[in-house]
């Protein structure tokens, strides 16, 4: 999950230096904030303002042997957490970032 969620952040932030025609870090945050994350494993996922990246989570649960199709075939999406209930609201965050 972990080299997952880093190729998708940097997926995304050469998408962002691409599409802003620059690589200068305020410009390429700025478009980044701007475009929706769209990868293998992020549908319509966002950045905040305290540049927090807002995705849908998953509860899964391991498969018996008899449901699984194939090797890799080990986990069942059981419920879909929206990424508003995921995390701290903006509100709540401690991030120097944001202006209280």
């Given at each position: 999950?972990?080299?997952?969620g880093i190729?998708?952040?940097?997926?995304?932030?050469?998408?962002?230096?691409?599409?802003?025609?620059?690589?200068?870090?305020?410009?390429?945050?700025?478009?980044?904030?701007?475009?929706?994350?769209?990868?293998?494993?992020?549908?319509?996922?966002?950045?905040?303002?305290?540049?927090?990246?807002?995705?849908?989570?998953?509860?899964?649960?391991?498969?018996?042997?008899?449901?699984?199709?194939?090797?890799?075939?080990?986990?069942?999406?059981?419920?879909?957490?929206?990424?508003?209930?995921?995390?701290?609201?903006?509100?709540?965050?401690?991030?120097?970032?944001?202006?209280?």
């Amino acid at each position: 999950m972990f080299q997952a969620g880093i190729y998708s952040a940097v997926t995304h932030y050469l998408k962002a230096i691409k599409m802003a025609g620059s690589d200068e870090a305020k410009t390429v945050i700025a478009e980044m904030k701007k475009i929706p994350v769209n990868d293998f494993m992020t549908r319509n996922g966002s950045i905040r303002d305290d540049r927090r990246m807002m995705r849908d989570m998953y509860l899964l649960q391991a498969k018996k042997p008899s449901e699984s199709k194939g090797e890799w075939d080990l986990m069942k999406v059981v419920a879909t957490i929206p990424a508003e209930d995921a995390f701290r609201s903006l509100s709540e965050s401690e991030c120097p970032l944001i202006k209280k």
